[in-house]
């Protein structure tokens, strides 16, 4: 989103809700934002009790999530050309065909 306030997290958590088995525990990993500290969310977040906010250390040099984004550089953002935000999107969404091993 052009924003990442608590609006728009609260808006990721509820489609994560939605769209996934709810009798699965949701683990959340989160960097070091405040933004999970919000009334909004920590309300929303009383009412799930199965969605669990993980966080990475503040010292970590390189971590997953770190991995994971270089992994997408590398596979979708890295001399393509996107003349839309839409374009960008669909590309990243074409990444599930790889694994991290590709």
């Keep these: 989103t052009k924003r990442h306030g608590a609006k728009e997290f609260l808006d990721l958590l509820q489609q994560i809700e939605r769209g996934n088995d709810p ?3 949701v683990h959340v ?3 070091n934002s ?3 500290v919000k ?3 920590q309300k929303w977040l009383s009412k799930h009790s199965r969605f669990t906010f993980n966080f990475t250390p503040t010292s970590a040099s390189r971590n997953a999530v ?4 270089s992994h997408l550089e590398r596979r979708a953002v890295h001399r393509g050309v996107f003349t839309s ?5 669909d590309e990243i969404s074409g990444m599930s065909r790889f694994t991290m091993t590709n």
Excluded at 66 to 69: A, H, K, R, T, V
Excluded at 85 to 89: F, T
């Design 23 to 25: 009798n699965l525990a």
């Design 39 to 41: 009334e909004d969310i």
């Design 66 to 69: 770190e991995g994971w984004f």
């Design 34 to 36: 405040s933004i999970h």
């Design 29 to 31: 990993i989160l960097d």
């Design 85 to 89: 935000v839409k374009s960008l999107r």
